[in-house]
């Protein structure tokens, strides 16, 4: 089964706009990580945001932030202020199991790639 | 600077060969991962390791061979048994310990000939 899904294939911003990039995930762990990844055109994968399923806030990292609803099982991605160069690939992944332990399998989603319009 | 370092970026492979895929990290961590990208899609997983001497299979390991000799490489070798094999390969690392992000080389492109 999925465990993680973007159901966003593509999607389009104009500049200056702030986008959401949906992520839902299934896990019946109650211990898990849940990450965001850009890829640009070239190919390189960059960390963006990260959020733990105990975190009581939602995480914030500059112009990116994440819309944590644990009970929906949604860590949706919103963009501010979008600028030509977050036209990318993004990618929601899921890390199961407390933080403590060694078990470190990341799932990735299928991605949603993102243009930014001038 | 601390990073992983995959080479080469563009590799050919003729059929009926095996290659290999180089994976270097000097950001002392422990565990470390091999991805396969195909065009429009998300990161597979290939194999992974945890810990020295030690990798377990991820989600389509079939046709795909590693070791984990030194904690810095992780190579991935691409046999022939990989029926189609070319694609966008990543490899990553991370702390082994905690909710930690991976950190990415910049991938190898894979093409048969």
């Known amino acids: 089964a999925q465990k993680i899904t973007q159901t966003q294939p593509g999607m389009f911003v104009q500049e200056k706009e702030a986008v959401t990039l949906d992520c839902t995930y299934d896990?019946?762990?109650?211990?898990?990580?849940l990450f965001w990844y850009k890829q640009p055109s070239s190919g390189e994968m960059i960390f963006l945001i990260y959020q733990g399923s105990y975190d009581q806030q939602n995480a914030t990292e500059g112009r990116y932030s994440l819309n944590f609803q644990k009970a929906r099982k949604s860590a949706n991605l919103v963009i501010s202020a979008s600028q030509l160069g977050d036209s990318a690939m993004y990618f929601c992944?899921?890390?199961?199991?407390?933080?403590?332990?060694?078990?470190?399998?990341?799932?990735f989603g299928p991605g949603t790639s993102l243009s930014v319009i001038p | 600077d601390g990073g992983i370092t995959q080479s080469p970026k563009y590799l050919f492979r003729k059929e009926g060969q095996n290659v290999t895929l180089s994976c270097e990290q000097n950001l002392n961590h422990d565990a470390m991962y091999w991805y396969r990208q195909d065009p429009g899609q998300g990161l597979r997983l290939i194999y992974y390791?945890?810990?020295?001497?030690?990798?377990q299979k991820g989600d389509i390991a079939e046709g795909y061979s590693v070791s984990r000799e030194k904690k810095e490489s992780f190579p991935l070798t691409v046999t022939s048994a990989q029926k189609n094999p070319t694609a966008f390969y990543l490899c990553a690392s991370s702390p082994d310990r905690g909710q930690k992000p991976q950190h990415f080389g910049d991938g190898t492109r894979l093409s048969i000939l």
């Open positions: 896990t019946s762990d109650p211990s898990y990580g």
């Open positions: 390791s945890q810990i020295v001497n030690d990798f």
């Open positions: 992944a899921m890390r199961e199991g407390p933080a403590e332990t060694s078990y470190d399998k990341v799932i």
